[in-house]
């Protein structure tokens, strides 16, 4: 059974630095993209970013997805020796403020990024607050 658990949300300033974590159980890292998700009140979640299966399985190539906002500021990767996946988020601005959901499935990347109803599965979410 796929599990994940989002943490690491925080208050936090306007340019201010947050590293948000998903632990993953119930299969193994590296079989599927993982991708976190944000949501901010009375908005449709969106993607943030994305890492692809390593190359040479399913679909995988490898590579990590940004959704454009979010370019130079945020850094996804996998560790795969605790089995989780990190966002690295830095310069922070008050649009970065949501629920950042960790979702997981065998998914084409870059595409499922943009479509967030099509992953299968979800963490809970972790809230990031950044202020003035």
């Known amino acids: 059974q796929v599990r994940l658990v989002e943490s690491g949300g925080a208050l936090v300033q306007s340019g201010g630095s947050l590293r948000l974590s998903c632990a993953t159980s119930?299969?193994?890292?590296?079989?599927?993209?993982i991708g976190w998700f944000r949501q901010a009140p009375g908005k449709e979640r969106e993607g943030v970013a994305c890492?692809?299966?390593?190359?040479?399985?399913?679909?995988?190539?490898?590579?990590?997805h940004y959704t454009d906002s979010v370019k130079g500021r945020f850094t996804i990767w996998r560790d795969n020796a605790r089995k989780m996946v990190h966002l690295q988020m830095n310069n922070l601005q008050p649009g970065d403020t949501g629920v950042y959901y960790c979702?997981?499935?065998?998914?084409?990347?870059?595409?499922?990024?943009?479509?967030?109803?099509?992953?299968?599965?979800w963490g809970k979410g972790t809230l990031v607050t950044v202020s003035q």
């Open positions: 979702a997981a499935d065998d998914i084409r990347c870059a595409w499922g990024l943009r479509h967030p109803g099509r992953w299968d599965h």
């Open positions: 119930g299969f193994t890292l590296d079989d599927l993209d």
């Open positions: 890492v692809s299966t390593p190359e040479g399985l399913r679909w995988g190539d490898g590579t990590t």
